[in-house]
């Protein structure tokens, strides 16, 4: 056994806190009207397609493939919203199977709003930072969420997940 945390239980990790807010959502919709202001969405909902839209152009980025612009991203309904998640975890599960893939390849980004120094990376990288992006969204959610009275018992700490032994 590897000492490190592999990629592919940490998509595991991923996948269960997407779980957690779509069934959270599902049983709380009126939440997805709440201001919000993070990274400046104007709603939950918006913040909440962020997170699942920025974890599809990542691994779009990362396999290659065209990357889906902003503008072209549903903005409801969550199951919708849900759907980019779903993409983006089996663009990522098919990099991890294939023995072929480069984590050490290197990719430049045409990114704007990146520094130039964070514009090449390497897959290795960029599939980390995807993973871990979304976690530091959920945990602002989660204190947003706390902060309006509406605490969502999220539970987001690798020690709490099921996913790694």
């Known amino acids: 056994m590897s000492v490190g945390v592999s990629f592919a239980e940490l998509l595991d990790w991923d996948e269960e806190s997407a779980a957690f807010w779509k069934k959270h959502f599902d049983e709380h919709p009126a939440q997805l009207e709440l201001p919000c202001g993070i990274g400046g969405a104007p709603t939950v909902q918006a913040f909440v397609r962020h997170i699942w839209a920025a974890e599809l152009r990542w691994a779009q980025r990362i396999a290659n493939l065209p990357v889906t612009e902003p503008k072209d991203f549903p903005s409801g309904p969550l199951d919708a919203l849900f759907a980019l998640h779903t993409e983006a975890m089996e663009i990522c599960r098919g990099l991890i199977a294939d023995p072929n893939c ?3 390849q290197t990719l430049t980004l045409n990114v704007e709003w990146l520094p130039p120094h964070a ?7 960029l599939m980390a930072h995807m993973l871990f992006h979304g976690h530091r969204h959920w945990a602002q959610l ?3 969420l706390r902060n309006a009275g509406q605490a969502a018992d999220f539970r987001g700490d690798m020690i709490f997940s099921y996913s790694l032994p």
Do not use: F, G, I, V
């Not at 514009?119 to 990288?125: A, E, L, P």
């Open 142 to 144: 989660a204190t947003l």
């Open 102 to 104: 480069d984590w050490n």
């Open 119 to 125: 514009r090449t990376s390497t897959h290795r990288k």
